[in-house]
């Protein structure tokens, strides 16, 4: 009996970190749903997957509007169940606390926190339902080390990871997997093109994030990587 696909749905697929994880878990033969704001930039993903004879199903989503996540989780679920979650979408201002606008903060925890806090809700009772599955969330060395110009973002991050930390407890026992993946300075578009030119060589490539996610993904029997952080070799910006 041929073996199902696992739906793995990822959460700001546009680029990154995200774009590599949606290439990586196509590559290993899942359903991928691929989600972000710009469609445009997910088209490309798939443009870029055609020449390895590869696709993912993209999904536009707006996470920090619960009622968009709803509506997506309806629609992939339609077509599959979802096994896997990738909570990756995130933004950040890189500004000082007395200079970030109200506009900025509210922005950035909607997003950070609050949308991948809908996205887990979205997904809990169809893997509740089902036996299984697993939270994979992207946070990031904020929760670990203390950095200026980085307040409200830390604020986001470090919410998630209280939430998440309490949620793995209480869902253990419905066989559901709570993944946190910690990652150093990785160069992606949430960095400036002067500070990743600058500092491109000793940062974090994203494919190798994406390559983390998928390992800890495909482990097997009843381990689960709960907490993984990689930092560049030689240390944080």
């Not at 979650?85 to 606008?101: P, Q, R, V, Y």
């Not at 060589?201 to 952080?229: F, G």
């Given at each position: 009996?041929?073996?199902?696909?696992?739906?793995?749905?990822?959460?700001?697929?546009?680029?990154?970190?995200?774009?590599?994880?949606?290439?990586?878990?196509?590559?290993?033969?899942?359903?991928?749903?691929?989600?972000?704001?710009?469609?445009?930039?997910?088209?490309?993903?798939?443009?870029?997957?055609?020449?390895?004879?590869?696709?993912?199903?993209?999904?536009?989503?707006?996470?920090?509007?619960?009622?968009?996540?709803?509506?997506?989780?309806?629609?992939?679920?339609?077509?599959?169940?979802?096994?896997?979650?990738?909570?990756?979408?995130?933004?950040?201002?890189?500004?000082?606390?007395?200079?970030?606008s109200i506009n900025e903060i509210n922005d950035i925890i909607n997003t950070n926190l609050l949308g991948s806090i809908y996205t887990?809700?979205?997904?809990?009772?169809?893997?509740?339902?089902?036996?299984?599955?697993?939270?994979?969330?992207?946070?990031?060395?904020?929760?670990?080390?203390?950095?200026?110009?980085?307040?409200?973002?830390?604020?986001?991050?470090?919410?998630?990871l209280g939430y998440t930390n309490s949620l793995r407890e209480e869902v253990r026992k419905y066989n559901i997997k709570v993944i946190?993946?910690?990652?150093?300075?990785?160069?992606?578009?949430?960095?400036?093109?002067?500070?990743?030119?600058?500092?491109?060589?000793?940062?974090?490539?994203?494919?190798?994030?994406?390559?983390?996610?998928?390992w800890s993904y495909l482990q097997k029997s009843n381990m689960v990587s709960e907490e993984i952080i990689v930092r560049p070799i030689?240390?944080?910006?």
């Amino acid at each position: 009996m041929k073996r199902e696909q696992p739906g793995v749905w990822i959460t700001g697929a546009s680029s990154g970190i995200g774009k590599s994880a949606a290439i990586e878990f196509a590559k290993t033969g899942a359903k991928v749903f691929a989600s972000a704001r710009r469609v445009s930039e997910l088209d490309r993903l798939n443009q870029e997957l055609d020449s390895e004879k590869l696709s993912v199903e993209i999904f536009p989503c707006n996470v920090a509007s619960q009622s968009n996540v709803d509506q997506t989780v309806k629609r992939i679920s339609a077509i599959s169940k979802i096994d896997c979650l990738i909570n990756n979408a995130g933004i950040t201002s890189f500004k000082l606390a007395e200079d970030n606008s109200i506009n900025e903060i509210n922005d950035i925890i909607n997003t950070n926190l609050l949308g991948s806090i809908y996205t887990i809700k979205s997904v809990l009772p169809q893997m509740i339902a089902n036996g299984g599955g697993t939270i994979i969330n992207i946070l990031s060395v904020v929760t670990k080390k203390t950095f200026t110009k980085s307040s409200v973002y830390s604020a986001s991050k470090m919410g998630l990871l209280g939430y998440t930390n309490s949620l793995r407890e209480e869902v253990r026992k419905y066989n559901i997997k709570v993944i946190n993946i910690i990652p150093g300075a990785t160069s992606t578009s949430i960095w400036s093109k002067e500070i990743r030119n600058q500092f491109e060589s000793r940062m974090l490539a994203s494919e190798d994030i994406a390559r983390v996610l998928v390992w800890s993904y495909l482990q097997k029997s009843n381990m689960v990587s709960e907490e993984i952080i990689v930092r560049p070799i030689e240390g944080d910006l």
